[in-house]
């Protein structure tokens, strides 16, 4: 082993945890108590350590009441004290990029130290969706992006007919920008940007390790990044006994199977889910996602999870999780958070 490497027991206590939130909406419950539980996982992540938590936008989804991240970091920050809040991300195609500065500048002025701009370069939705969000016309992403971060620096050539244009507040600067992707295509301009960069493991099959390498061959420093700063997010679902676990994430495998069938309805419960007739095929599909879900007790979900770890050389790991319960996934981000040494 090199000299100061470390070891896979000591990985859990020097690799930061933070949170993914995308405001599940439970059978039982509606979309405003889904959202009023958000404040209970800010909380708890406040108290127990956790480094941030990031709000997703998704749109059309009968799960997940998560479609204005913005409007939820502010309602997180107001009611915590330490732990950052983001956007994991804002989805930049669905946006005029001047307004997503105007925005972030504002909450950075309104809470600074603690606000992060998480970006993702897809739209979190079906087609018709997007044409909806999208009907201002915007350009690609590396454009949109660009423009962003013109806005930003005030660096628009000074025949560009928005170099005139004066980003309200003044004297505030973003927040770090972290580039999202699930396929690697972000990795480099992440890099090139000196962003931080996140990959959402939690729901793509694409192996993580590659476009980590890659945005940090390409990284160059910037006044928010002295260095690559990678963070993995990973799906789990944490409970007292594996047996437990495995029967809470029947949830998640049946709420899977519907998104893939173009059927979104509230996270079921575990027994809908075992209620429901499964075919083989649709089985069989569950199978082929199962690895990218850890579920288990405390001590198997660190273990996979300081695996992920190692085979990535992530420098961050971001946790969602879908659960029906909302006590129980509170439960399952405490029992990860007092495992992991927080």
Request: aromatic share 8%; net charge negative; proline share 7%.
């Given at each position: 082993?090199?000299?100061?490497?470390?070891?896979?027991?000591?990985?859990?206590?020097?690799?930061?945890?933070?949170?993914?939130?995308?405001?599940?909406?439970?059978?039982?419950?509606?979309?405003?108590?889904?959202?009023?539980?958000?404040?209970?996982?800010?909380?708890?992540?406040?108290?127990?350590?956790?480094?941030?938590?990031?709000?997703?936008?998704?749109?059309?989804?009968?799960?997940?009441?998560?479609?204005?991240?913005?409007?939820?970091?502010?309602?997180?920050?107001?009611?915590?004290?330490?732990?950052?809040?983001?956007?994991?991300?804002?989805?930049?195609?669905?946006?005029?990029?001047?307004?997503?500065?105007?925005?972030?500048?504002?909450?950075?002025?309104?809470?600074?130290?603690?606000?992060?701009?998480?970006?993702?370069?897809?739209?979190?939705?079906?087609?018709?969706?997007?044409?909806?969000?999208?009907?201002?016309?915007?350009?690609?992403?590396?454009?949109?992006?660009?423009?962003?971060?013109?806005?930003?620096?005030?660096?628009?050539?000074?025949?560009?007919?928005?170099?005139?244009?004066?980003?309200?507040?003044?004297?505030?600067?973003?927040?770090?920008?972290?580039?999202?992707?699930?396929?690697?295509?972000?990795?480099?301009?992440?890099?090139?940007?000196?962003?931080?960069?996140g990959f959402a493991a939690h729901f793509s099959a694409t192996p993580p390790r590659p476009?980590?390498?890659?945005?940090?061959?390409?990284?160059?420093?910037?006044?928010?990044?002295?260095?690559?700063?990678?963070?993995?997010?990973?799906?789990?679902?944490?409970?007292?006994?594996?047996?437990?676990?495995?029967?809470?994430?029947?949830?998640?495998?049946?709420?899977?199977?519907?998104?893939?069938?173009?059927?979104?309805?509230?996270?079921?419960?575990?027994?809908?889910?075992?209620?429901?007739?499964?075919?083989?095929?649709?089985?069989?599909f569950i199978e082929s996602q199962s690895d990218l879900w850890i579920t288990g007790s405390?001590?198997?979900?660190?273990?996979?999870?300081?695996?992920?770890?190692?085979?990535?050389?992530?420098?961050?790991?971001?946790?969602?999780?879908?659960?029906?319960?909302?006590?129980?996934?509170?439960e399952s981000y405490r029992l990860l958070g007092e495992t992991w040494g927080l």
């Open positions: 082993m090199t000299p100061g490497a470390l070891t896979p027991m000591s990985w859990a206590m020097t690799t930061p945890l933070s949170i993914l939130d995308l405001a599940p909406i439970a059978q039982g419950f509606s979309a405003a108590q889904a959202l009023a539980r958000t404040l209970d996982l800010a909380r708890l992540g406040d108290e127990m350590g956790f480094t941030r938590l990031w709000y997703a936008e998704h749109h059309g989804m009968a799960s997940i009441a998560s479609s204005a991240p913005d409007i939820l970091i502010g309602s997180a920050a107001a009611h915590t004290h330490r732990i950052r809040i983001g956007s994991g991300g804002v989805m930049l195609p669905n946006h005029v990029p001047l307004r997503v500065v105007e925005t972030f500048r504002t909450l950075a002025g309104l809470y600074p130290g603690r606000i992060d701009l998480g970006i993702g370069r897809a739209g979190g939705s079906d087609g018709l969706t997007l044409q909806a969000l999208r009907s201002f016309g915007g350009e690609s992403f590396p454009e949109n992006f660009a423009e962003l971060i013109a806005f930003e620096q005030g660096s628009f050539p000074s025949d560009h007919p928005f170099a005139r244009v004066k980003v309200v507040p003044g004297e505030i600067a973003l927040p770090p920008i972290y580039l999202l992707g699930s396929s690697g295509a972000s990795a480099q301009m992440a890099g090139q940007y000196g962003t931080g960069y476009a980590f390498e890659a945005y940090r061959r390409s990284f160059r420093p910037s006044d928010s990044f002295e260095k690559p700063h990678a963070i993995l997010c990973l799906s789990v679902i944490c409970a007292p006994t594996d047996e437990e676990a495995k029967y809470l994430s029947k949830s998640m495998e049946l709420t899977w199977l519907r998104l893939r069938q173009n059927k979104p309805q509230k996270i079921a419960s575990p027994e809908e889910a075992d209620a429901y007739s499964w075919t083989e095929s649709e089985r069989a405390p001590q198997t979900v660190k273990a996979a999870m300081e695996e992920k770890i190692a085979a990535t050389g992530a420098d961050e790991v971001m946790i969602a999780t879908t659960i029906h319960d909302y006590e129980k996934r509170l």
